[in-house]
């Protein structure tokens, strides 16, 4: 096994910036129905209005996770 496999075992991410951050994991995946504020470049995020009507950061643009409903 390699240094990158035991890493990722032992400690349930990937070496790089992305992924899941702590706060999203287990957050529920919600349609985007509007942007509040656009994607100025490729390294930022869109503010976005979720379809249970909470804000959020989407890169993708369609779905996004809740964070708000995940505390809820």
Do not use: D, N, Q, Y
Request: with cysteine; charged share 25%; hydrophobic share 35%.
């Amino acid at each position: 096994m390699g240094w990158i496999s035991k890493r990722k075992m032992e400690t349930g991410g990937s070496i790089g910036p992305g992924g899941l951050k702590e706060h999203k994991k287990g957050a529920p995946l919600r349609k985007v129905v509007g942007t509040v504020v656009p994607s100025t470049s490729i390294f930022s995020p869109a503010r976005v209005v979720l379809e249970c009507g909470h804000e959020a950061e989407s890169w993708g643009g369609v779905r996004a996770r809740c964070v708000t409903c995940k505390g809820a």
